[in-house]
């Protein structure tokens, strides 16, 4: 793809221009709903401005929770601590109560423990897994230690985006705190040998809704209509200090690729819109996901894909062969990762992070983050580099050469989007991965539960959608493209969402297929048992829900391919 007319602008990305924007947004701590933040914005809007792409600030209403003051006293003594977004704050005096270790705070480790009323003490990184667990298990508190000697600040809400009346109960029941590696192994070793010691929690949290900004930019495909689509390029902008790496670094890669993009405009197909979220560090993307409830029917017409951009550029991130990219663009990312770096392309499912606010409407997503660091010891929950989400993600955490090679990359990927004639959605490799799911569930379901239907009917689309690019449909793009993103409306919610194409699933990890967890629990239930015939009536029906999509499909198909 190299003779690409608009892949080629790849060559073009400025070091100079990134750098300039890296030290630019540096001068600013990033909080949601800052003043702060909306300085930092007003420079990036100028520059698009520049650029010559309409601009807008949209201000929205958002549950935000900004981290206060914290400490942690053991038998008298304090310790430096951080406490985390959406905790709740401790009481006056602090919240003092028994302690139970539940090692890395699986499920697993919860098992057989009591915590009810008590503060459990969890290896590793605050996350929204332990919250829920520590909320579900009815725990008054939770400490964490960390890694190493750095605190690193997280948002533990499991509730994606701001919560409704059905999600609140679901935030975070628990005081949270974390200390470093040093001051919390001695207590794992107390805890151990049947001590006891005297834990208070001290945090300060300031929680409840916030006016925040998104920074919405658009260029339109020469003749445009209000029905063209468009690709949406996006990575959030607020930090947690000044994050030079995350989120600066991402936001100087998308300026420097809207630049260049720009400049060929006259050979798109299709539209470009970038938005800058607010709300993902202190909201739990509450931005992305407000855009999306607030823009669903215009994102269900016209957004043919998502590009999200995360954490680009920092120094010794020299791996991108786990770059995550949903099935249907799983082709563009190795082909933009191999051109443009030289590296082999293995890939990883897309996860619920990075403002993945899209999935349940059925829009075809890739990337957040791009570059890692190396496997380190360090039991770290992203391979992001030791200062992330620290003070330390200063401008020293940017390399020039790695930030101006993850832009390369994204310069391909947005540039094929924009100006290919057919879009570049693999529908067949989609299809494929069902196939693989339902030929590995086919014999622990053998004699229970039988496949073959939904089999046959894999089949059926995956041989339409093979038939598509060399066949008649060809000659008129717009109804083949239209026909690729109906495909995705179709297809990506079931892999991708439990919830309906209106809501947001939780922030917690999403099985394969995830329509097919219902039957994957009942190959899981001893045969004849009372949990097997409760399993079976909701193996039913998600076996109805995915036969009614592949016959959706295949209808489609048949109805472009005539």
């Known amino acids: 793809m190299t003779d690409h007319p608009l892949v080629a602008l790849a060559a073009d990305v400025s070091g100079t221009h990134l750098m300039?924007?890296?030290?630019?947004?540096?001068?600013?701590?990033?909080?949601?709903?800052?003043?702060?933040?909306?300085?930092?914005?007003?420079?990036?809007?100028?520059?698009?401005?520049?650029?010559?792409?309409?601009?807008?600030?949209?201000?929205?209403?958002?549950?935000?929770?900004?981290?206060?003051?914290?400490?942690?006293?053991?038998?008298?003594?304090?310790?430096?601590?951080?406490?985390?977004?959406?905790?709740?704050?401790?009481?006056?005096?602090?919240?003092?109560?028994?302690?139970?270790?539940?090692?890395?705070?699986?499920?697993?480790?919860?098992?057989?423990?009591?915590?009810?009323?008590?503060?459990?003490?969890?290896?590793?990184?605050?996350?929204?897994?332990?919250?829920a667990l520590a909320r579900d298990a009815g725990a008054v508190g939770q400490l964490h230690i960390s890694p190493h000697h750095h605190l690193h600040e997280m948002c533990i809400s499991p509730v994606w985006g701001s919560p409704d009346p059905t999600t609140f109960s679901q935030l975070p029941a628990t005081v949270a705190c974390t200390i470093s590696n040093a001051d919390g192994s001695p207590i794992r070793q107390r805890l151990a040998t049947g001590e006891t010691p005297r834990v208070t929690l001290h945090a300060n949290v300031d929680t409840g809704w916030r006016k925040t900004p998104i920074l919405e930019a658009e260029l339109a495909a020469p003749g445009a209509t209000d029905d063209t689509p468009f690709i949406l390029f996006s990575g959030h902008h607020d930090t947690w200090y000044y994050g030079v790496m995350d989120n600066g670094g991402a936001n100087a890669t998308m300026l420097e690729v809207a630049r260049l993009v720009a400049t060929r405009q006259g050979g798109w197909k299709r539209g470009l819109r970038l938005c800058f979220w607010s709300g993902h560090s202190h909201g739990r993307y509450s931005g992305s996901a407000w855009y999306a409830d607030n823009h669903w029917d215009e994102l269900d017409r016209r957004c043919a894909a998502h590009?999200?951009?995360?954490?680009?550029?920092?120094?010794?991130?020299?791996?991108?062969?786990?770059?995550?990219?949903?099935?249907?663009?799983?082709?563009?990312?190795?082909?933009?990762?191999?051109e443009q770096t030289g590296q082999p392309y293995k890939g990883k499912r897309k996860n619920r992070s990075s403002d993945e606010s899209l999935p349940a409407l059925g829009v075809p997503s890739m990337f957040g983050t791009l570059s890692e660091q190396p496997p380190s010891p360090l039991k770290m929950r992203n391979a992001l580099g030791w200062w992330w989400h620290t003070p330390e993600d200063l401008?020293?955490?940017?390399?020039?050469?790695?930030?101006?090679?993850?832009?390369?990359?994204?310069?391909?990927?947005?540039?094929?989007?924009?100006?290919d004639t057919v879009l570049p959605l693999d529908i067949p490799a989609h299809v494929e991965t069902l196939q693989r799911e339902l030929t590995d569930l086919a014999p622990r379901l053998a004699g229970r539960f039988d496949l073959a239907p939904l089999q046959s009917a894999s089949e059926t689309v995956l041989a339409l959608a093979v038939r598509l690019p060399g066949s008649g449909a060809a000659s008129n793009p717009a109804r083949l493209n239209a026909s690729l993103m109906a495909l995705t409306r179709i297809l990506v919610p079931i892999d991708y969402a439990t919830s309906d194409r209106f809501n947001h699933d939780p922030a917690l990890p999403i099985p394969d297929w995830a329509i097919l967890q219902p039957l994957r629990d009942l190959a899981g239930i001893e045969s004849g048992s009372d949990a097997a015939y409760l399993h079976m009536v909701s193996a039913r029906r998600a076996a109805n829900h995915l036969a009614h999509a592949l016959r959706s499909a295949s209808s489609l198909l048949e109805d472009v391919l005539a």
């Not at 310069?411 to 924009?418: E, F, I, K, P, T």
């Open 20 to 131: 300039d924007h890296c030290r630019a947004l540096a001068q600013w701590v990033k909080l949601s709903g800052t003043k702060e933040e909306a300085e930092s914005l007003r420079y990036i809007r100028a520059r698009l401005d520049e650029y010559g792409y309409r601009t807008r600030v949209i201000l929205h209403d958002a549950y935000i929770s900004l981290p206060g003051e914290a400490r942690v006293e053991v038998d008298g003594t304090s310790l430096p601590a951080i406490t985390h977004a959406m905790g709740r704050p401790s009481p006056t005096g602090g919240l003092t109560a028994d302690m139970v270790y539940v090692g890395s705070a699986t499920t697993a480790d919860f098992a057989g423990k009591d915590v009810h009323g008590k503060i459990i003490l969890a290896d590793g990184i605050a996350t929204p897994q332990v919250a």
């Open 307 to 338: 590009v999200n951009v995360d954490s680009t550029g920092a120094i010794g991130a020299t791996l991108l062969e786990d770059a995550a990219a949903m099935a249907p663009l799983v082709a563009l990312a190795r082909e933009a990762i191999t």
């Open 395 to 419: 401008l020293d955490k940017i390399d020039e050469a790695n930030l101006t090679r993850d832009t390369k990359v994204f310069v391909h990927v947005v540039a094929r989007l924009l100006s």
